[in-house]
T-cell receptor
């Protein structure tokens, strides 16, 4: 079965550079979520999109932005990178959240970002 | 703000023993609860999803219960194997789309 695809899997950037992470949800899933997991920490929600519209926002820095495209893939753009941005970034997808019923989230393998 | 706590933080058992992992949450107005497995440096594998209207879910050797009113969930893993060694994360979903995660329980099953 198709899973959530994230690219790249590993990324090394220097401070103040920019990075773009991509996420391709499971086919027919219309909701995408981004999470950040720092070393030894639990995943923290960043932002989500439902039908290409931002649906919720968590502790996402203003230096980060994201969007969901017409084919439902999503990109997380990170600018002015800081050492503290080094983390594992997960994308998850689910099928709809209509009527408040939330469905199972399927996670991608993550993108490991290292900022030097 | 939803707080999710997992106890114990780490657990070491001999092969064959049953595992009991606990998860508690402060806001009982949840829509669902998911249990995940994470191997070191790897992604999250969904194990079980319990909707708020359900009391338990089973998959093979795994059984998860949910007591929404008391804000608790328990993951049972029967007849543990060394391959079960991993970190197990509990995550609670509300109607605001995001999941709130616990810090996880790191399990070591000794051969």
């Amino acid at each position: 079965a198709a899973g959530v695809i994230q690219s790249p899997r590993h990324l090394i950037k220097e401070k103040r550079e920019t990075a773009t992470l991509k996420c391709y949800p499971i086919p027919r899933h219309d909701t995408v979520y981004w999470y950040q997991q720092g070393p030894g920490q639990d995943p923290q929600f960043l932002i989500s999109f439902y039908e290409k519209m931002q649906s919720d926002k968590g502790s996402i820095p203003d230096r980060f932005s994201a969007q969901q495209f017409s084919d439902y893939h999503s990109e997380l753009n990170m600018s002015s990178l800081e050492l503290g941005d080094s983390a594992l970034y997960f994308c998850a997808s689910s099928w709809g959240t209509s009527g408040g019923l939330s469905y199972e989230q399927y996670f991608g393998p993550g993108t490991r970002l290292t900022v030097t | 703000k939803q707080e999710v706590t997992q106890i114990p933080a780490a657990l070491s058992v001999p092969e064959g023993e049953n595992l009991v992992l606990n998860c508690s949450f402060t806001d009982s107005a949840i829509y669902n609860l998911q249990w995940f497995r994470q191997d070191p440096g790897k992604g999250l594998t969904s194990l079980l999803l319990i909707q708020s209207s359900q009391r338990e879910q089973t998959s093979g050797r795994l059984n998860a219960s949910l007591d929404k009113s008391s804000g608790r969930s328990t993951l049972y893993i029967a007849a543990s194997q060394p391959g079960d060694s991993a970190t197990y994360l509990c995550a609670v979903g509300k109607n605001d789309y995001k999941l709130s995660f616990g810090a996880g329980t790191t399990v070591t099953v000794r051969a």
